[in-house]
């Protein structure tokens, strides 16, 4: 069986959600011929029902803005997605008056002169370099305003995109709710805009929305379309466990690993959520490898990053001395469900770190007038509410809501921690660097914080505190080993 890439991305995000019928709307650069496509399901049954072909591409044309503001084409497209919101979007009447040829239906077509990916080496022409008056920008030097603009602009159209396509396919289909996959459904501040326009009523993601999610997607759609399996629905619930479908690691495993590298430990079995909570609010960064790994591009808990939301310094902390990352990207907020809407303007589960959504206006903290006229990335260290470490310029937060039923061990961490301060937010961002893929194993685990400035490690239920480590040589030459991303 070979189904359709589009068809494998539309089986990826419709035969997991929780609904028994939704339109499923897919977006990336291409897959064979199509770029775009959406579709219909039912119980079992998925139709596609229209598609614009290459090389007329959304996940193309911000692929373009990705390489000319520097960043790496598929790996750098959330790079120019966080710095947008530093910028004006005063380069959008340019790009819908000369590139995109943008129609009421959310359909469009691009103009190629301003483009090199079908013939050369390059994703942008001179003619588009001519547009914005100035090449691309050399990868790692100094983003300016312009860059900030750029990526604002090419961010606003994309919305604009999708948001037309997304009342287009509610008018035609007569669905109330949405599907979304492909590489562009990883844009989770358009997807925030969709469900903020109430244009569905419910709206579900694939977590691996990417070409990763296209491998379950062929697989579900050879399930249930092709043999005619029943699917089971439970309301509100969807079949993805969390998305935490990757390896875990038995004691004796840990035990085995850690003794043969005379790494220092202690062991809790009935406590460890207490220590590691208590940890949290010493202000102290975690390293938290618990359980199944994570599906996806996303850390949700299993292979994450942890800190005290609450830490001004928190944000600049980690990107420079524990992600070795640029300064301006933001972390995003792993929250207990049901005290999601006290910190949130949302009140909708969002398991995935999916959608954006603004932090709630009385958690804010107006500018004064010195802070108010700062420009770019001199808007960085400005707090911006009582949860600064995870609140971007523009007062957003990419939100992750943890569920008791997916991922207890987190759930309770959370719980104890809320005991502890009364907050109920922490940053949770990936457990790698810069370069590095997420960690998997117990050894990427160890490494990792022997290498950067996290202050304890948990492994399940293994804690390991940095001071008690013995020192490796080895661990400070490992920045040759990554490319950048």
């Known amino acids: 069986i070979f189904p359709e890439h589009h068809m494998s991305h539309a089986a990826s995000a419709?035969?997991?959600?929780?609904?028994?019928?939704?339109?499923?709307?897919?977006?990336?650069?291409v897959g064979e011929w199509a770029t775009t496509s959406w579709g219909v399901g039912h119980q079992n049954n998925l139709d596609l029902k229209a598609e614009i072909h290459f090389p007329h591409s959304l996940g193309l044309l911000y692929s373009a803005f990705t390489y000319y503001t520097g960043f790496k084409v598929n790996s750098g497209e959330y790079k120019v997605m966080g710095?947008?919101?530093?910028?004006?979007?005063?380069?959008?009447?340019?790009?819908?008056?000369?590139?995109?040829?943008?129609?009421?239906?959310?359909?469009?077509?691009?103009?190629?002169?301003?483009?090199?990916?079908?013939q050369g080496?390059?994703?942008?022409?001179?003619k588009f370099h001519d547009l914005f008056g100035a090449p691309p920008r050399k990868s790692e030097s100094i983003l300016t305003q312009r860059e900030m603009d750029l990526a604002r602009s090419i961010q606003d159209v994309t919305e604009i995109a999708m948001l037309k396509m997304a009342r287009h396919i509610r008018n035609v289909s007569e669905q109330k709710n949405l599907c979304l996959a492909?590489?562009?459904?990883?844009?989770?501040?358009?997807?925030?805009?969709?469900?903020?326009?109430?244009?569905?009523?419910?709206?579900?993601?694939?977590?691996?929305?990417?070409?990763?999610?296209?491998?379950?997607?062929?697989?579900?759609?050879?399930?249930?379309?092709?043999?005619?399996?029943?699917?089971?629905?439970e309301p509100r619930r969807d079949s993805q466990s969390g998305s935490y479908l990757g390896p875990n690691y038995s004691e004796s495993e840990i035990k085995n690993y850690l003794d043969e590298t005379n790494a220092k430990y202690s062991i809790h079995t009935e406590n460890l959520c207490e220590v590691v909570a208590k940890h949290l609010a010493d202000g102290k960064v975690i390293?938290?490898?618990?359980?199944?790994?994570?599906?996806?591009?996303?850390?949700?808990?299993?292979?994450?990053?942890?800190?005290?939301?609450?830490?001004?310094?928190?944000?600049?902390?980690?990107n420079l001395k524990i992600k070795f990352r640029e300064s301006f990207r933001p972390f995003a907020p792993a929250v207990l469900r049901q005290d999601v809407s006290e910190?949130?303007?949302?009140?909708?589960?969002?398991?995935?770190?999916?959608?954006?959504?603004?932090v709630k206006s009385s958690r804010c903290i107006q500018p004064n007038s010195e802070q108010e006229a700062l420009f770019g990335i001199e808007k960085l260290n400005v707090p911006r509410s009582d949860i600064p470490a995870v609140t971007h310029v523009d007062y957003s937060a990419r939100v992750q809501t943890v569920h008791d039923h997916s991922n207890p061990v987190f759930f309770k961490l959370m719980t104890e921690f809320k005991?502890?301060?009364?907050?109920?937010?922490?940053?949770?961002?990936?457990?790698?660097?810069?370069?590095?893929?997420?960690?998997?194993?117990?050894?990427?685990?160890?490494?990792?914080?022997?290498?950067?400035?996290?202050?304890?490690?948990?492994?399940?239920?293994?804690?390991?505190?940095?001071?008690?480590?013995?020192?490796?040589?080895?661990?400070?030459?490992?920045?040759?080993?990554?490319v950048l991303d």
């Open 14 to 29: 419709f035969y997991p959600s929780p609904f028994e019928s939704a339109a499923v709307l897919t977006i990336d650069g």
């Open 83 to 118: 710095l947008a919101p530093y910028g004006e979007p005063k380069f959008v009447k340019q790009i819908l008056d000369n590139i995109i040829d943008l129609r009421d239906d959310g359909s469009f077509r691009l103009d190629m002169s301003y483009f090199n990916y079908c």
């Open 121 to 126: 080496l390059t994703m942008t022409s001179n």
């Open 182 to 233: 492909g590489g562009v459904a990883l844009n989770c501040v358009a997807n925030g805009k969709i469900l903020k326009e109430k244009i569905f009523d419910q709206v579900w993601i694939q977590p691996a929305a990417g070409d990763a999610g296209g491998a379950l997607g062929a697989a579900l759609f050879a399930w249930h379309k092709v043999l005619g399996n029943k699917r089971e629905v």
């Open 287 to 318: 390293g938290w490898h618990s359980g199944r790994m994570e599906f996806g591009p996303r850390s949700l808990g299993a292979r994450s990053i942890l800190g005290d939301a609450r830490c001004p310094d928190m944000q600049s902390k980690m």
């Open 343 to 358: 910190y949130f303007e949302l009140d909708s589960d969002s398991p995935y770190m999916l959608l954006v959504a603004p």
């Open 419 to 482: 005991k502890l301060t009364g907050c109920s937010v922490l940053i949770n961002t990936s457990f790698n660097v810069r370069g590095e893929p997420i960690v998997c194993t117990p050894e990427d685990a160890y490494r990792c914080f022997m290498r950067t400035h996290i202050d304890v490690l948990v492994i399940d239920n293994f804690v390991l505190l940095k001071e008690d480590q013995p020192y490796r040589e080895d661990d400070q030459k490992w920045q040759q080993e990554f």
